[in-house]
């Protein structure tokens, strides 16, 4: 096994337990101190996970959810398959609410769902056999789209260093990577495949934002592509400018948690400021996209809901001390929307889309 895969097998980011009564995850928020392991037994715990962000990125939190059906159908005691479903659907809907931005929570769910429903006329104790591989190919088919990502991203890394003679610089907000998925991450695909191309981790530099306030640049990109081998820096969100400015930066890559039929994306609070940055200094800016997170039945990003989240993560969470004045209220949305105009384009699993986005998802999804 090579370094590149060694490094993979150390953090799968979702896993079905060995004896397939739980979904196990690394618990992301002990990172970067702990690799810790936990598995998720019920759906209380799978839930809670999911809303604390112990496992987290839109690609992770769908493949979760799926194993999470798998696991949590084959515990249900019904032999017959109507209530067999209808305890299927209360369990689906409750998973579905934990997070409401990604779209790929909801898709997973409704896949699972699809999947029960086409298989009605078998046997209950066969269909939760179906359920399990129907996760792990939802599971292996995200690799495969990472890959494919990863594949158009280098190509676009390949040109720069050709152009430049030099290591191209570049910056990603979040964590768009291996934790967020089930292999090689979105936006840091194009990292990880040109390592499988035989780039060395210096042929290349990421500067990762730090992200504030749950810090997944920080603590997890950073963490990743550094025990990767790729050569790493961190700075924080308000650094980006400076930076961009310095011309350290050829491209930025990002990942997103829904991207609207008119290419507007969603993605980690703070994308949509690096976006205007990068067109201001004249930087391409990719999304890095799944096709599972276009979502065309939302028209503009006007129409993706945005999740708000505790006061408390931007004042107390990370510090010892309470940060912010007490008598202060705090704004905490977890996410913004990057509109299509600042997107130089749309890196998907079948190709790269280019403005214009409404006739590009056409042609994709036909
Ligand atoms: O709140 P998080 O950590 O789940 O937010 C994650 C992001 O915004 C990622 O960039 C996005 O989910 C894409 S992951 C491939």
């Known amino acids: 096994m090579n370094k590149t895969e060694e490094f993979f097998e ?3 980011t979702v896993k079905l337990s060995p004896d397939k009564k739980a979904v196990n995850i690394i618990d992301q928020t002990c990172l970067p101190s702990e690799i810790r392991r936990i598995d998720l037994h019920t759906k209380e715990e799978i839930w809670d996970a999911i809303k604390k962000l112990k ?9 979760t959810a799926a194993y999470g ?9 019904k032999e017959d398959y109507d209530p067999f479903y209808k305890e ?3 369990i689906k809907d409750y998973l579905a609410s934990s997070r409401p931005t990604a779209v790929n929570l909801f898709w997973a769910l409704d896949r699972m769902e699809r999947c029960l429903v086409s298989n009605k006329d078998k046997a209950v104790s066969e269909i939760k056999e179906i359920l399990y591989r129907e996760a792990e190919d939802i599971r292996e088919e995200d690799v495969n789209i990472s ?13 720069i260093r050709e152009k430049t003679g030099r290591a191209p610089g570049i910056l990603t907000h979040c964590n768009a990577g291996t934790l967020a998925t089930a292999k090689y991450g979105t936006a840091t695909a194009p990292m990880y495949i040109a390592l499988e191309h035989g780039w060395k981790g210096n042929d290349l530099h990421v500067y990762c934002d730090e992200t504030r306030p749950l810090l997944q640049g920080g603590r997890l990109t950073a963490f990743e592509l550094s025990e990767a081998g790729i050569d790493t820096t ?16 050829d491209i930025v890559f990002v990942g997103c948690d829904r991207v609207a039929a008119n290419g507007d994306s969603a993605n980690k609070i703070g994308t949509s400021g690096v976006a205007i940055l990068a067109k201001h200094y004249n930087i391409p800016f990719y999304v890095c996209a799944p096709s599972s997170t276009i979502d065309m039945k939302t028209e503009t990003g006007e129409g993706i809901p945005i999740e708000m989240r505790e006061g408390s993560e931007v004042t107390e969470m990370w510090y010892e001390k309470p940060l912010g004045a007490p008598g202060a209220d705090v704004f905490n949305p977890a996410f913004d929307v990057t509109d299509h105009e600042l997107i130089t384009g749309i890196i998907t699993e079948k190709g790269l889309v280019s403005p214009s986005y409404k006739e590009g998802f056409k042609k994709l999804f036909s």
Do not use: H, W, Y
Request: one cysteine or more; charged letters at 20%; glycine letters at 14%.
């Open 55 to 63: 496992v987290r990125g839109a690609p992770a939190i769908g493949v």
């Open 88 to 90: 299927f659907m209360e």
């Open 10 to 12: 150390k953090i799968i």
């Open 69 to 77: 059906m798998a696991v949590l159908s084959a515990g249900i005691g």
């Open 234 to 249: 961190i700075q924080c969100d308000n650094m980006a400018s400076l930076l961009m400015k310095s011309g350290k930066i």
């Open 147 to 159: 890959r494919n990502i990863g594949e158009t991203g280098f190509r676009l890394l390949e040109d």
